[in-house]
Nanobody
Framework: QVQLVESGGGLVQPGGALRLSCAAS????????IGWFRQAPGKEREWVSC????????YYVDTDQGRFTISRDNVKNTAYLQMNSLKPEDTAVYYC????????????????WGQGTQVTVSS
């Protein structure tokens, strides 16, 4: 059984940082592309970043380029999203998802999803 479990969300002030974790079981992350998505209240789920399973290439949505860093620890079978210089508009539930192929920006291309972790950026 495949499970993805996110953690690391919370309340942070504007300009602060958080590191989200996505711990996987039932799959080996280096064989999968791992995407991070977020969904704010009343909005559609939005692709944020992805790390490719085959070569570790990383991709980011333009608005977060330079603030977010995606990475993967194959020993721990865990992916991470380091988020710096957080803004109130980053507030959302953040999800990680796994895809047995390559990185895609569309949620429907991902096979497995975590339950999400809430990130709130507010003073």
């Amino acid at each position: 059984q495949v499970q993805l479990v996110e953690s690391g969300g919370g309340l942070v002030q504007p300009g602060g940082a958080l590191r989200l974790s996505c711990a996987a079981s039932g799959i080996t992350l280096d064989n999968y592309a791992i995407g991070w998505f977020r969904q704010a209240p009343g909005k559609e789920r939005e692709w944020v970043s992805c790390i490719d399973g085959s070569d570790g290439s990383t991709y980011y949505v333009d608005t977060d380029q330079g603030r977010f860093t995606i990475s993967r620890d194959n020993v721990k079978n865990t992916a991470y999203l380091q988020m710096n210089s957080l803004k109130p508009e980053d507030t959302a539930v953040y999800y990680c998802a796994a895809n047995g192929g390559t990185c895609y920006v569309y949620p429907e291309e991902y096979d497995y999803w975590g339950q999400g972790t809430q990130v709130t950026v507010s003073s």
